[in-house]
């Protein structure tokens, strides 16, 4: 009998504290980021998205293969020069996918190209292929040159914020060593996507999306 008074008691008095709390008060909403980090954010996120620059073949190797040079970021006498020589690579890629260009043949074939001084020399088109328009007009310019200077920076910024290269090259970095991998990345990816930009690129090479115009 007692206990069942206890009980009682107990469950009454959980009810009033219940009840003592109102429902309807408003919960305190999340404190809103300053503005300093959503501007730190919008940075990044634009940084990011500057992969979207490289060539898709460049950028998949990449991440493949980086985790395997690098042994997941802790890399040893043997692996860091593999890995640095990975790396070098890819940016060369990246150098030279920005003078390759498509052309769309009478028949609705795309052939891709390298471009010349004097037009773009095609890499699989057949003999007895259909008409193809004028290639003198893709031949190299210099606005090439500055594209592919640009993609290798945009590559530099991507693998620059990669954690597997920073901790094979810098396992322990010092503090002036973490503000520079902090901030170079992001200067220098937000430098390059300003140029692109400005300096929009009309080709569409190996690795990169054909327009259906094109």
């Not at 990044?44 to 998949?60: F, I």
């Not at 292929?129 to 500055?146: A, F, K, T, Y």
């Not at 002036?176 to 390059?192: A, H």
């Not at 996507?193 to 999306?209: K, M, N, Q, Y």
Request: aromatic share 8%.
């Amino acid at each position: 009998m007692s206990l069942r008074l206890k009980s009682t008691s107990n469950s009454s008095s959980a009810d009033v504290a219940d009840s003592g709390s109102d429902p309807d008060t408003p919960k305190r909403p999340p404190p809103s980021a300053s503005l300093s980090q959503r501007a730190i954010s919008q940075t990044l996120s634009t940084t990011a998205n500057l992969a979207n620059l490289l060539p898709t073949g460049t950028l998949l190797a990449f991440q493949l293969l980086t985790p395997i040079f690098t042994s997941n970021g802790s890399c040893d006498g043997a692996t860091r020069p593999m890995t640095l020589f990975l790396l070098v690579l890819l940016a060369a890629s990246c150098f030279i996918a920005s003078f390759t260009d498509s052309v769309k043949s009478n028949d609705g074939q795309v052939y891709y190209g390298f471009a010349t001084g004097k037009g773009l020399w095609l890499f699989d088109y057949p003999v007895s292929g259909s008409g193809l328009p004028d290639l003198s007009g893709h031949r190299r310019r210099v606005i090439d040159w500055v594209h592919a200077v640009l993609s290798v920076f945009v590559f530099v910024a991507v693998a620059l914020r990669d954690k597997n290269v920073v901790g094979c090259f810098y396992p322990d970095p010092g503090q002036e060593t973490k503000e520079v991998l902090n901030i170079l990345p992001v200067g220098i990816g937000v430098i390059s996507g300003l140029l692109f930009v400005v300096f929009p690129t009309r080709r569409h090479g190996i690795g990169f999306p054909v327009t259906p115009g094109k």
